[in-house]
């Protein structure tokens, strides 16, 4: 079973730019997660669709953080502009969605904003 | 905001030793406790999970102890080895995904 992809594996920007993240999903998983994870932390939620709907993104800072989850397959998270305290890693996970279902996670895009 | 708390931060262990992972939640709605493992450059993996419903729960060398009266959890592997250098994080959630997660554990067996 192919696990869930995520591009670029890395990404060095400076303060005020933009980037973009890429995730494919396990297919058939109808929820899919963006987490960010700083070093030294757990990940933290920014944002869950399911299906192609937005489920929770009371996380999200919306004044520069946005995402979209194509056709409900596909899913893309931007940051613009970004702040030096978004250097993290960013992590996709999917899942069926049924209560207790484990999450799948990808390896990761690392961010490095100077 | 809801919070899992982790204990302790990092934790070296003889190969063959018990390391144990500790972790305190508040919120009493949380209904379902996982642990993910995580190893460098990679996203994290579930490991083993429990309900609050039993006390125990083993996987091979792994176990999860749980107390709900004192609201807690904890990871135990039996026979440690140095492919489980890693971080492991204790997580927990509610009714239905997402987990909210612990900061993390980062453990190292020696030979």
Not at chain 1, 44 to 51: E, G, R
Request: aromatic residues 12%.
């Amino acid at each position: 079973e192919a696990g869930v992809a995520q591009s670029p594996r890395y990404k060095i920007i400076e303060k005020r730019q933009s980037v973009a993240f890429w995730c494919n999903p396990i297919s058939g998983h109808a929820t899919l997660y963006w987490y960010q994870q700083i070093l030294g932390q757990g990940p933290k939620l920014l944002i869950q669709f399911q299906n192609n709907g937005v489920v929770d993104d009371s996380q999200l800072p919306k004044d520069r953080f946005s995402a979209e989850r194509l056709k409900g397959v596909d899913s893309t998270l931007k940051i613009q502009p970004a702040k030096l305290e978004d250097s993290a890693v960013y992590l996709c996970a999917s899942s069926s969605g049924q209560v207790g279902e484990k999450l799948f996670f990808g390896s990761g895009t690392q961010l490095s904003v100077l | 905001q809801q919070q899992v708390k982790q204990s302790p931060q990092s934790l070296i262990v003889q190969k063959g030793g018990i390391p144990i992972i500790n972790c305190a939640y508040e919120n009493t709605a949380f209904d379902y406790f996982p642990w993910y493992q995580q190893f460098p450059g990679k996203g994290p993996a579930l490991l083993i999970a429990i309900r609050p419903d039993v006390s125990e729960k083993k996987e091979g060398r792994f176990t999860i102890s749980f107390n709900k009266s004192a609201k807690q959890f904890s990871l135990h592997i039996m026979d440690s080895q140095p492919g489980d250098s890693a971080t492991y994080f204790c997580a927990a959630s509610m009714n239905y995904p997402p987990l909210v997660f612990g900061k993390g554990t980062r453990l190292s067996v020696i030979a």
